[in-house]
């Protein structure tokens, strides 16, 4: 038979195509046909039957939304099945898109935070252009509005934080421009508040995969999901889904390295939240671990050396760690070791070693032989010279401890000795004279002297008393008894700012005089008034008009007492005064 000629598609569905065409030979159309008609996707070829009378359309079902096909018919009489005709031409068609399929998509849970994953759909998954996926959660308890959040095309991957003590619905839709595909949804199961975890078990790869096998599972209504991801560094987690009526398969990763440890976990896919079942470690193809491994250190208990070393990271464990063995070699060449089995060990102890020198390697057991192997030189000691050494050491740090504080004290001397020997102030006397502040100016009132006056001379205890003259003048002089001796003080008068220490005044008429009223108070010595003779012979006479101030040094016994014969009122008396003593102003009492 000739070929079908003008071969096309009638109609183009999504799922479906139909096709039609024509016969040249107008005989054909009452003939009993059998029509072949051949689909094929690049990959793959699918061949179906049509039968009928002068057959001339057939539908193609089952196709990939959004995908292109080339198809090609040919027929055959049902008397000759046998033999077929030629070829139709080759016609490419493309069906209509579709929504994406549903997404494939899997969890990881630690502690609070929650890592949704789904895969990136096919070609012939996700029918179009994918624009962005919507990821919404709430809590299986609740039925108010979920949280939603909207992901890039590019991710494929959102973390969440969740209450680890509640149980949540996540789903996930993937759109295109036909609209949002089914929705895929996820229980997230609360944390496991016993904290009873399923135990790890050792599994070893063969053949860059993992081949597992578990018991079947009761609670496995929709099968099983198997996820792996790299024991340390970004748990880039995959996984991949099994039957339920299946209970092993071959994990298979074009992610997988050699000499990368990897976990692997089983679970059961239940109508709520998936259950893990088994735990698996180990690698695909182990690899051997390079030397100097190990950070050894050494310590010498009498003739015994302990060598430890910080636990192996699990990312330089290139193969899986059974052991580990310490070899000492001393100088004459002889090998001794000693081993464990313990693959969590961080130290080993060589005993009834000898005063010498011996080379200490650690190496690592594993499937793939010994490696990691690192060495370290230890000198035996006897035990005094470690006594020795600690008692140098010591000695050196109270040294050098002693030789900071000296060098500190040295830099920060002035500071010390002002701290702890601060200077002694100057005697603020002399300031206090030679301030204009507190000096008065004196003023006399000469009209009533006319003659040159004596005034008593003060002394110690040891002069014997004199009569005083100017008996008048020292009416108004108040002398108490006190505990250390008299003091003055004057009778309800005011004081003057100062009164200067003189030796002898000579007043004259013309010459200006303060009243006698004024208060010499000085309770810090005793005194005793000389009588007016003896003042009269000890001074020169004084030019008219000044004042002679008599500042001379004359020591004082700590006891001295005043006396004074108390004379009788005379009103507005001259005085002459003599005294060695500065008297300083009193506070005159209100």
């Known amino acids: 038979m000739v070929a079908p000629e003008k071969v096309a598609a009638s109609t183009v569905n999504p799922r479906n195509i139909s096709l ?29 039957k049509n039968f009928g009378v002068g057959l001339t359309a057939a539908v193609i079902k089952d196709l990939i939304p959004h995908w292109d096909y080339d198809v090609r018919v040919r027929c055959g009489t049902a008397q000759h099945f046998w033999k077929w005709g030629d070829w139709s031409k ?9 929504v994406p399929d549903a ?114 599972s009761p609670n496995a209504s929709c099968g099983y999901i198997v996820d792996w991801c790299p024991v340390f560094g970004n748990c880039t987690f995959e996984w991949m889904k099994v039957p339920p009526n299946r209970t092993l398969t071959t994990v298979f990763s074009k992610n997988f390295e050699d000499g990368r440890r990897y976990l692997l976990s089983i679970y059961a896919c239940t109508e709520r939240a998936p259950v893990l079942l088994q735990r698996r470690e180990g690698y695909v193809r182990e690899t051997k671990i390079e030397g100097e491994l190990f950070k050894l250190k050494n310590k010498q208990e009498d003739s015994a050396v302990e060598v430890s070393w910080e636990p192996i990271p699990l990312e330089k464990q290139t193969a899986s760690i059974h052991g580990y063995i310490l070899y000492y070699q001393d100088k004459s060449g002889d090998v001794f070791n000693v081993s464990t089995d313990d693959p969590e060990a961080t130290s080993l102890t060589a005993k009834n070693l000898n005063i010498s020198t011996y080379t200490l390697t650690v190496t690592a057991s594993t499937a793939v032989g010994l490696c990691g192997n690192t060495s370290i030189i230890v000198i035996l000691n006897p035990p005094a010279y470690n006594l020795i050494m600690l008692t140098l050491i010591s000695l050196g740090a109270v040294f050098l401890i002693v030789s900071v504080s000296i060098i500190i004290c040295y830099r920060h001397w002035a500071c010390i000795k002002h701290k702890v020997c601060p200077p002694i102030p100057k005697p603020v006397l002399t300031e206090w004279l030679t301030d204009e502040h507190t000096i008065c100016h004196l003023h006399f009132d000469q009209s009533h002297y006319s003659e040159v006056l004596d005034v008593p001379e003060l002394h110690d205890y040891f002069s014997a ?69 003896q003042q009269s012979q000890s001074h020169p006479e004084i030019q008219e008009g000044m004042l002679i101030i008599d500042s001379r040094y004359q020591p ?13 009122d005379v009103p507005d008396s ?11 102003p009193q506070k005159t009492s209100k």
């Not at 080759?90 to 579709?98: L, Q």
């Not at 004082?556 to 009788?568: L, N, R």
């Open 20 to 48: 039609k065409w024509s016969w040249t030979v107008q005989k054909y159309s009452n003939l009993n046909l059998t029509c072949q008609v051949d689909v094929s996707d690049g990959d793959s070829n699918t061949k179906t």
């Open 90 to 98: 080759s016609v490419k068609i493309r069906t209509k898109g579709d």
């Open 103 to 216: 997404l494939d998509v899997w969890m990881k849970v630690k502690e609070d935070q929650t890592v949704i994953s789904w895969k990136v759909p096919l070609t012939n998954q996700s029918h179009g252009e994918i624009f962005d996926y919507k990821v919404s959660w709430a809590k299986t308890k609740e039925k108010n509005q979920p949280n939603q959040t909207n992901v890039s095309r590019s991710n494929h991957r959102l973390t969440l934080t969740l209450d680890p003590s509640e149980e949540y619905m996540v789903t996930i839709t993937a759109r295109n421009i036909n609209g949002s595909s089914s929705p895929s949804t996820i229980i997230i199961p609360r944390l496991n508040l016993d904290k009873s975890e399923v135990k790890t078990s050792w599994i070893s790869g063969s053949n860059g995969s993992f081949f597992l096998s578990w018991p079947v």
């Open 465 to 533: 008393p004199q009569p005083v003259v100017g008996q008048d003048y020292m009416h108004s002089f108040t002398f108490s008894q006190t505990p250390k001796g008299y003091y003055n003080k004057p009778m309800k008068k005011l004081e003057p700012c100062l009164t200067l220490p003189t030796t002898g005044l000579t007043f004259r008429p013309g010459v200006p005089f303060f009243p006698g009223n004024d208060v010499f108070p000085n309770p810090s010595y005793n005194l005793i008034v000389q009588g007016e003779d």
């Open 556 to 568: 004082q016994s700590p006891e001295e007492t005043f006396t004074a014969t108390q004379p009788e």
């Open 574 to 584: 001259p005085l002459s005064y003599s005294s060695t003593y500065i008297l300083l």
